[in-house]
């Protein structure tokens, strides 16, 4: 199983873009998503997360600006960024609890990263 983000680039300050991640393999569901992100010289921190009943959460310096959401026929996650800052600019990775088919046992999975630059 793998996942595969896309959707990072750069955009001016308070510009927007829309991060997707797609799991494909032999998966049997995608359980719950989230993505992080990691800014130069910091630690990977947790940015939002889904649950598979669609419940959200955010770090707080994102709240009102960034929505996730998830398509699971799609086993896509999808982060949505508005008003972004040069404080955002990180490599955002996408992870995702799957459910093996065949196992079914879960498994946790990361994807590659895409890099985000918002320029000031």
């Known amino acids: 199983v793998q996942l595969v983000a896309s959707g990072g680039g750069l955009v001016p300050l308070g510009g927007a873009l829309r991060l997707s991640c797609a799991a494909s393999?032999?998966?049997?569901?995608?359980?719950?998503l989230a993505w992080y992100r990691q800014a130069p010289g910091k630690q990977r921190e947790s940015v939002a997360g889904?649950?598979?009943?669609?419940?959200?959460n955010y770090a707080d310096s994102v709240k009102g600006r960034f929505t996730i959401s998830r398509d699971n026929a799609k086993n896509t996650v999808y982060l949505q960024m508005n008003s972004l800052t040069p404080q955002d600019t990180a490599v955002y990775y996408c992870?995702?609890?799957?459910?093996?088919?065949?196992?079914?046992?879960?498994?946790?999975?990361w994807g590659q990263g895409t890099l985000v630059t918002v320029s000031s």
């Open positions: 992870n995702a609890n799957i459910t093996l088919r065949l196992s079914y046992r879960d498994r946790e999975v």
């Open positions: 393999g032999p998966l049997f569901r995608t359980n719950a």
């Open positions: 889904i649950t598979p009943g669609d419940d959200t």
